[in-house]
């Protein structure tokens, strides 16, 4: 008996440790970190890790893109679907310097990642080594945190701290990068411990209640009360509080082009998209309403226009949880900083029980006019020319508003945009502050994984199709479950247009050519069709969502359509224009 | 209006954090007219002192932008009367000259410069003290075959700082008191509101 007391006391003054690799210390981090899924591309320096996620892939499903860029945007898709935080893998050198553009779109759509790049043995760094950059350097404006991890020692910690930099907080991209010695490096591993605290990093503001009573005093006294809503409500997982606010405050609501599908579309107090294209109501009565509501948004100059013309009557209440954006666009009249989730139940109990009828109304006023003039022809268009707008309205017809719509970036995106439907979150994926063509089809596949029980479309024009187009065999590979919908105008829409709007109709390099859509999905086993007349675009559509596995479908529409309304840049909100006559 | 302020950063010891703050600032095409790193009194917290000319609201911004940074710990802003600084030069001045001319010796002697080193051919002299008074000898000197000059970083104390020991403490805390606020300007109520 005595004999085993000492034993177990003996053993517990040991540590544990077993010698593992640095490779195999990372694999043991995502597998803690509850990563499911990794998209990647295998190189020199990032060798030792694969090795290791030979023997995890039990684990960690990896999928094998064709292009890092299409790895990390992928990565983001499968952030923005699952709510959880993406993992990206890239070797040294070009493999790394091809994720900037990922990490770009994801700081300024505050994505949360990980990627961790292979780099040069520790010994090389800075001789000029093969496929070496600094990458560190590089990368330092485009995340949110990055580190050279040149000891394997530092491996589960600096991981650790990865995962809950990227997903705390305002969320955004972290990039570790791991020397080759560090990845192959034995030491005593003494298991990991996720973080919680970093002395340095407050991912959270405390709230003040003060400002709350302040916030929720000026919204019971106001007469037309404005609520904007952004992606932060999304990212904050506070869908249902901002509902409960916004129905007991009776407030009419739009939302940025990432905060779409935080409040279902069909909701009677969403009233519209805001910004360049955003709906005709909504920007107008920004500059109209008495007290403005803004909730987890940045104030971006596409939804401001001219910031000396934007909501200057009204008092400003800033509900962020990043103090950064306080003040830094609009001037706040009342600051509430902290996470939605807290801070909108909150505000919600303060707030009296109201409905503004008549103010409501306002908005319905500026939404018939807007049908008159675009929308109406925009989805029932007696043109011969088939326009992106009807094809979008059959498509949420047939999908009733619960698929994942990812778009590209251009008219198709801002269309897409502007008439889906959404019932539920976490259903709309687009590149919005970066404007990152390309973007879609990855993400698409990325949000597919993400979400594997719904059904992604991914909207894209012809110009960023043909940016990423390599993913297919992404999706031929993995055979995931994509519906591509390319919305064919033959040109570079989006430049077309202020092309022709705004620069006497010169039309320099939009004119791009394809190839054939349906052959090229073809050539990598995809199913999928071309179509241009009207009649064909309901059965073509249900045919692309019935089919088993991925489709691709084209639909060629007009090739000079424009996206209406518009805040033409430089001018003020409330000089949004229904069409070109107006410019 | 545009005027001269001292950020003060407090920061984690982290290799790249230089380049992450500097980047702050030239991102906006804001020159930095100096910078300075140095250990504080706390061990492991490092101090970076950043000059710069704009307007308070442009300070402001860059200070919340700063203090975003992970391994940051606070950003102060403070005007030139809110601080104690000093900025070292440094003067190289032909030996011959001196030795002849005694009103060089006066000069310097009344800018409380010190002598660094003495050779046959040239001394270098220090002085501390504010930007124009350094300028200054340049200026005084220049006549008199100033052979080079130069100026460090500003170094500043913020008068009114209890230091940073305390508030590391509360850093370290998992759930700061309500007292650390990540702004000052939440305390400064009349400033946000303008209601």
Known sequence: MMETLALTKEKKTVKQTTEISGSQAVMEALVAEGVDTVFGYPGGAIMPIYDALYDYHQQLKHILVRHEQGGIHAAQGYARSSGKVGVAFATSGPGATNLVTGLADAIIDSTPLVCITGQVFAHLLGTDAFQEVDVVNITTPVTKWNYQVTDANEIPH???????????????????DITKNAQLQKFDYEGYKKCDHIRSYRPKPIVRKEYVEEAAKLINEAEKP?????????????????????EKAGIPSASTLLGLSALPTEHPLYVGMLGMHGNYGPNVLTNECD??????????DRVTGRLDKYAKQAKVIHLDID????????????????????????????????CYPAWLERFNEFKKEEEKVCIHKELHPTTEELTMGEVINVLNELTNGDAIIVTDVGQHQMVACRYSKFNQSKS??????????????????????????????AVIGDGGFQMTCQELGTIMQTEVDVKILILNNHFLGMVRQWQQLFHDKRYSFVDIESPDFVQLAKAYGIDGQSISKREEIKTALQTMLQHKGSYLLEVNVGKEDNVFPMVPQGRGVAEIVLSKEQI | MKQEYTITVYTENQIGLLNRIAIIFSRRKINIESLNTSPTEVDSVHRFTIVIEETEDVVRKLCRQIEKQVE???????TNEEIVWQEMAMYKVPTDIIATEVKVERLLREYGANTVVIRKDYTVFQVTGHREET?????ILEPYGLIEFV??????????????HEKLKEFENAQPPEELIENEFLNQQEEVFSM
């Open chain 1, 428 to 457: 709309n994926i687009t590149s919005g502050g970066a404007g990152t063509m390309g973007f879609a089809l990855p993400a698409a596949i990325g949000a597919k994984f993400g979400a594997l029980s719904r059904t992604v479309v």
């Open chain 2, 151 to 164: 100026r460090s970083a500003r170094v500043a104390i913020i008068k009114n700082s209890k230091g940073f």
């Open chain 1, 291 to 300: 007290v403005l509501i803004a909730v987890g948004m940045r104030f971006d």
């Open chain 1, 226 to 246: 404005f609520v904007l809503f952004g992606q932060g409500v999304i990212l904050g997982k506070a869908e249902k509080e901002f509902k409960t606010f916004i």
């Open chain 2, 135 to 139: 300028d200054k000898l340049v200026k």
């Open chain 1, 323 to 354: 103090p950064a954006e306080i003040d830094k666009n609009v001037k706040t009249t009342v600051p509430v900083w902290g996470d939605c989730k807290e801070t909108l139940p909150m505000l919600t109990e303060l707030v009296q029980q109201k």
């Open chain 2, 72 to 78: 940051v710990l606070k950003a102060y802003y403070n």
């Open chain 1, 158 to 176: 600096v991981l650790a701290k990865a995962f809950y930099i990227a997903g705390t907080g305002r969320p955004g991209p972290v990039l570790i």
